[in-house]
């Protein structure tokens, strides 16, 4: 008889086990929101999902649609649930401080060219390390930098008066930030 092992690879000792109304819809939205990869689905005869799984970095999560016959209810119906589940980012601090920006605009006044790169690069950034900033990371940075164009700021030339007269210590090297993630996105297909 062939060996099956007992601990499926890759599997960790405990996997969480979601279930939800729409199990599908919920796969799709950890997808855009966490790149997250489905490794499974198993569907029902009704097209309800009997078992799902996807998987988030390196933790692997089970989903499964509502099954109210069985007793298997999510937090829909339950109007509620005591369960969270944690994720560590490894840009959160970066993420944060760039979220302190509180547009006054010193940066724009500072600036001999009056560019508005250091604000709009704090809010890229902000978004942009943030799971939850995910699904319109691309179309966000190219309709705040045509934005700025249009409004008529300046260009940045790295002067950094911008940086040392902000209230908040935004740093500079989120206009690099800015700049890389415009040109990923002019770049990319998947706008
Ligand atoms: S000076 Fe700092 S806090 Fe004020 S708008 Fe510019 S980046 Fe934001």
Redesign the pocket.
């Known amino acids: 008889m062939a060996h099956v092992n007992p601990i499926p690879d890759g599997m960790q000792t405990i996997t969480p086990h979601i279930v939800c109304k729409d199990a599908k819809a919920a796969i799709a939205f950890y997808i855009k929101a966490f790149n997250a990869v489905e490794l499974m689905q198993l569907d029902a005869p009704d097209g309800k999902l009997m078992h799902g799984c996807i998987q988030i970095g390196d933790s692997k999560i089970m989903l499964a649609d509502e099954f109210p016959d069985w007793g298997s209810v999510g937090p829909n119906t339950l109007k509620g649930t005591p369960v969270t589940l944690s994720m560590y980012v490894e840009n959160a601090d970066k993420a944060f401080a760039a979220a ?9 006044a ?1 600036c001999k060219n009056s560019s ?1 790169m ?2 709009v ?2 809010k890229v950034a902000h978004l942009a390390l943030l799971p939850q900033g995910a699904p319109e990371r691309r179309t966000r940075v190219l309709s705040m930098v045509e934005r700025m164009d249009k409004e008529g700021f300046g260009s940045c030339t790295f002067t950094q008066a ?2 040392a ?6 740093s500079i090297t ?1 206009i690099s930030r800015l700049k890389k993630e415009y040109l990923a996105s002019a770049f990319s297909e998947d706008k």
């Open positions: 302190a920006c509180i547009a006054c605009g010193a940066c724009v500072a508005a250091l604000f690069s704090a911008c940086e007269v902000c209230p908040k210590e935004i989120n």
